[in-house]
């Protein structure tokens, strides 16, 4: 089955089991990982490792030091911001191939500035209110999934 090619970009994550879950979901879906800023965790460590299993030789891994610097190396591709903050419902876009998706870390968030900057294209999953968010992992498979459903 051929899927349409989406990009999952990593804002500075910090539990490296999440980050292997996501390389996983990226080999199964063909979807291209960029790592942004300082992580926390090494690329080394084994809970990354054994949470994306024998997967990493299908997986494209992009390591960048800003989300600027990848924005310009893709001036005309369409960035989504997923956050909590937001009331735009990720089910209210058109998603195209190419595409990229942008999470923050799992504690805090992208930051307050960058969805300021992007309100049009920041993002959310519905959820019950009160509650903080969803598990990093989940909400790149949800999104993620919404984006392929769309282009089946």
């Known amino acids: 089955m051929k899927i349409t090619k989406f990009n999952i970009v990593l804002f500075e994550p910090e539990i490296p089991q999440n980050t292997g879950n996501i390389a996983r979901l990226c080999a199964c879906t063909g979807a291209d990982l960029y790592l942004i ?3 926390g ?4 460590e084994n809970k990354l490792k054994r949470a ?6 299908n997986v494209n ?3 960048l030091d800003s ?7 893709f001036p005309s591709s369409t960035f989504y911001y997923l956050t909590t903050k937001s009331k735009n419902l990720y089910t209210n876009y058109k998603f195209n191939e190419n595409d990229f998706f942008v999470f923050g870390p799992e504690t805090r968030g992208i930051p307050e500035t960058i969805l300021n900057a992007n ?6 999953i519905p959820m019950i209110e ?6 990093l992992s989940n909400s790149v498979a949800i999104v993620l999934y919404e984006a392929i459903r769309q282009n089946v």
């Open 37 to 39: 800023g300082k992580l």
């Open 130 to 135: 009160g509650l903080r968010s969803l598990n």
């Open 52 to 57: 994306g299993l024998d997967y990493w030789d």
């Open 41 to 44: 965790f090494s690329l080394t």
């Open 119 to 124: 309100k049009n294209s920041s993002i959310t």
């Open 61 to 63: 891994i992009f390591r």
């Open 67 to 73: 989300l600027d610097e990848l924005k310009n190396q």
